[in-house]
């Protein structure tokens, strides 16, 4: 008699979901998902309204990251308006983006993992969170804290808004920066860096204890997928154009803009998920997917673009002769980029045009379809959009980084499991291992829906006749 | 009263350094689910009524996120507000709020009030003197931006009761 175990909800995860583990007769892991259990449906919604709405409309997909959303749908505006935004406001739509990913890679890492990463996969469950990091090691929680502050201040001085401000526009932005506000970012640079350093050097000593878990969480070939500087090869997150690579590095295709992006992308559709499952057109479904995020990010590009976040890079590349297979690399890559983020933040900071008044382009309607993408702090995001003569919405798509790596979380649950999973059972550390799996990815569970609500994750263990066996909700 | 945006005032010479605040009223809720509006709803008619009190700085959000144990932690009292589900609708109440390690929203990245107060004292050596909990019974947590009927009549009284608290953690 086969089994199935399930894992409902996953917890610590943004959004919600739930893992399927199905048991053959002898109690061996024969096959395990995971499902994302919520549906919204915001491209239907969408439909009819004007054009230049879209951004503040698709910024409410998620509350973790709403800028990626805000600037993918503006590009995609521009590209049907057909007009370049002012240098300045590139720039500045930049800091936004790093200020944005720097504060969802400390909530990913200090809030969600840092738990199983400092206290322990086996560590008491009661325990196992933000609050018990903070009573183990305050330093790091106190970096956690800030780095998150950090980000938000900065999205908020920006934005004048936390979560979904509506400063970015399609041409661009709406206001400049002040000599004040620029001022205070910098001036909060020198704390922010001693956080990420913090943390830096805390993860690197601790990395080596999970070597067992760094073997089976998602550890396998993958194609990689994300943008680059095309100038340099350096990593970028709001510009650039897409590169594939294979499992050995190479390139697969390179300069794949967002107007390219439908020719050689696709997307399947599974029966036990309202997540979309992404894939490279030539190589086909399954064989055509691949991953995105920070490891993706870091396997592609040939360097960092920053001094300090290439020293790391370089370090991390140790980790392996060709790309970094195992998605427990995620939580390293992550810590790189925020390292890299602040650089950057600077860098661009240190322009005097950055006070620039000349922020936004205007025009109408110029072409009827449009497309612009970016990076998620969790990977590639593109929107896709079709307008009338009026500039009226009649068809949109959106393909998020969650969907883009589906297939390896579900590959990755399913090599967890098979190694966790002995004679049908699974301890209570057993199973925070394989949620851990796809913590790893910092799946957003909303953005992968487009989705409404809370969504706990549970875990189910089913037979081979469909009976279930036992499951764990959260 | 000081509105949480000070706290980044691009004139502030320590930014990522809060302010003292004497008295911090923390609100929480969505104003699209009815009377978990109510938190904001009192919040803003909070601004209004401490406009001239400096000592007192309101932060409404919509879910209660660890960064805020250093706004906690920088306050001499706190008074959080919130809906209850677990009470009469209309019901006012207001108790004394203790930290606690560990709760059942500790799994994700939001808080509630005990967990923040812990928080604060875990990462900053700080408690508040004064910790109080407002919470108002609430009728329907169901799309729309109106309050129903019993928490509607009730907000008189939740305002007095807050604005008491208020005083009394300023001492006026």
Known sequence: ?474 | MKQQEDTLNPDSAAPMRLEKARCLILACGNTLRSDDGLGPHLAAWAEERFRDEPCVTIISRQQWTPELAADVAAADAVLFVDCSIETKPGSVHLLPVLPRSSSPATATHHLDAPGLLALAHALYGARPAHAMLLAVGAGSIELGETLSDPVASALPRARGVLEKAVRRFLGN
């Open chain 1, 1 to 474: 008699m086969s089994q199935t175990i399930t894992i409902d909800p996953v917890t610590r995860l943004e959004g919600h979901g739930k893992i399927t583990i199905q048991l053959n007769g002898q109690g061996e892991v024969d096959s395990a998902h995971f499902h994302v259990t919520q549906v919204r449906g915001f491209e239907r919604f969408s439909e009819g309204r004007p054009f230049y709405e879209m951004p503040s409309l698709m910024a409410r997909v998620c509350g973790i990251c709403p800028v990626s959303h805000l600037l993918a749908s503006a590009k995609a505006c521009e590209a049907i308006m057909s007009v370049r935004i002012p240098h300045t406001a590139a720039q500045l739509r930049r800091v936004l983006n790093l200020a944005q990913m720097v504060q969802s890679h400390a909530l990913s890492f200090f809030y969600l993992s840092s738990p199983d990463l400092l206290l322990g996969m086996e560590a008491d469950p009661k325990v196992r969170h933000i609050l018990g990091v903070a009573a183990a090691k305050p330093e790091l929680g106190l970096a956690g804290v800030g780095l998150r502050r950090f980000g938000q201040s900065i999205i908020e001085l920006l934005g004048s808004k936390r979560i979904h401000p509506g400063w970015v526009v399609p041409g661009g932005v709406t206001e400049p920066l002040s000599a004040g506000k620029r001022d205070k970012i910098l001036s909060m640079l020198p704390e922010a860096y001693a956080g990420i350093q913090l943390a830096l050097d805390a993860y690197k000593k601790i990395a080596d204890n999970f070597r067992p878990e760094i073997e089976v969480f998602a550890n396998f070939p993958s194609n990689y997928l994300g943008l680059i500087n095309e100038e340099d090869e350096s990593i970028a997150f709001t510009d650039g154009a897409l590169r594939l690579v294979d499992a050995k590095g190479a390139i697969i295709e390179d300069g794949i803009t967002a107007s390219r992006f439908t020719e050689v992308i696709g997307e399947a559709v599974e029966p036990y998920s309202y997540t979309k499952f992404a894939y490279y057109k030539p190589l086909g479904y399954p064989g055509g997917c691949y991953r995105v995020g920070p490891l993706a990010r870091l396997n592609i590009v040939k360097r960092m673009g920053a001094p300090k976040a290439e020293k790391e890079f370089v370090e991390f590349k140790q980790l392996a002769a060709g790309p970094v297979e195992s998605s427990f690399h995620y939580h390293h890559a992550r810590l790189i980029e925020i390292l890299f983020g602040l650089e950057k933040i600077e860098e661009i900071l240190a322009d005097p045009k950055i006070l620039d008044t000349h922020v936004r382009a205007t025009a109408g309607v110029n072409r009827l379809e449009g497309a612009g993408q970016a990076e998620a702090p969790r990977g590639v995001l593109h929107h896709h959009y079709k307008v009338d003569d009026d500039g009226k919405m009649v068809w949109s798509n959106l393909v998020i980084a969650t969907g883009q790596n589906n297939h390896a979380m579900d590959s990755g649950v399913l090599q967890a499991a098979r190694h966790y999973v002995k004679d049908g059972k699974f301890t209570d550390g057993m199973l925070n291992r394989i949620e851990a799996v796809v913590r790893t990815f910092d799946p957003c569970l909303s953005c992968s829906t487009h989705a409404l609500g809370q969504m706990p994750l549970a875990v189910s263990l089913v037979s081979a006749d469909g009976e279930v066996l036992d499951r764990v909700a959260r």
